[in-house]
């Protein structure tokens, strides 16, 4: 978050009477907010201008939000993005937490919840932000430098909570905001059952949510990263019907 400011959230809408509601409450709980009307504003303001979050419609004139969120995503942009969709079907929500955005809500949707959501964003991106440091048996050192204290070793591989970057089976890349908050969950609790339930309640804040399909596609990814044999996983084991096991 902007330091010792309010938090700054973009709204992408382009129908001004949404935007201005939601401008309007946004406000009224004391952040800043500006409104972008269609995906091209949206994505010159967001490279050029420091946000906290982006509240993204998806249908949009010029680009649309899933564009938007893809554009920003694979430019090494990883703003916290709330994605409102009019589209309710299951496809596109996945697709839409696969372009990497964070959360989404369907409208019409209830004021209450959307601060809400937003609440819980920003919280998560100050989080994400701020240099992590799990009390966990699992975090060790391995070298005698600095970075040990954010750095989670396992096998031959490691991630780093404070820079985002993961030794890999394919060299050093960056994780994603989920993949990196899930190996936190594990990194807190190692050899323990994680559920899937779980993870979606600490890492998407959709505890509710009917399908953990989300969950398994980051778990793909991060055995893709991490496992010399994804069906014989050695770090990220699947406990069947229930969730995941960590071992470090
Ligand atoms: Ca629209």
Redesign the pocket.
């Known amino acids: 978050m902007s330091k010792s400011e309010e938090p700054r959230i973009l709204v992408v809408?382009?129908?001004e009477a949404?935007a201005q509601g939601l401008i309007f409450n946004l406000e009224r709980k004391g952040y800043s907010a500006e409104l972008a009307l269609d995906g091209e504003v949206a994505l010159e303001k967001a490279t050029s201008q420091p946000f906290d979050l982006i509240v993204l419609?998806?249908?949009?004139p010029k680009i649309d939000?899933f564009e938007v969120c893809q554009r920003l995503r694979s430019s090494g942009n990883f703003t916290a993005i709330l994605i409102?969709t009019?589209r309710d079907q299951p496809d596109d929500v996945i697709y839409g937490l696969k372009t990497g955005a964070d959360d989404y809500m369907v409208k019409p949707f209830d004021l209450a919840e959307f601060l809400a959501r937003v609440e819980g964003l920003l919280r998560r991106a100050e989080w994400s932000k701020s240099n992590v440091r799990p009390d966990s048996a699992a975090i060790s050192s391995n070298s005698g430098s600095d970075s040990t204290e954010t750095r989670l070793a396992f096998g031959n591989y490691w991630v780093d909570f404070k820079t985002w970057q993961a030794k890999t089976r394919d060299g050093l890349v960056e994780l994603s905001r989920k993949e990196l908050a899930v190996i936190k969950v594990f990194a807190e609790r190692p050899n323990q059952v994680i559920t899937r339930r779980e993870l979606l309640d600490k890492v998407w804040e959709l505890p509710n949510h009917p399908n953990t399909r989300v969950v398994d596609n980051v778990i793909v990814s991060l055995r893709k990263a991490f496992e010399e044999n994804s069906w014989r996983p050695r770090h990220i084991h699947s406990v069947r019907g229930v969730g995941y096991r960590f071992v470090p």
Do not use: K, M, N, T
């Not at 419609?57 to 949009?60: A, G, K, S």
């Open positions: 809408e382009d129908e949404i419609d998806v249908q949009l939000g409102l009019a």
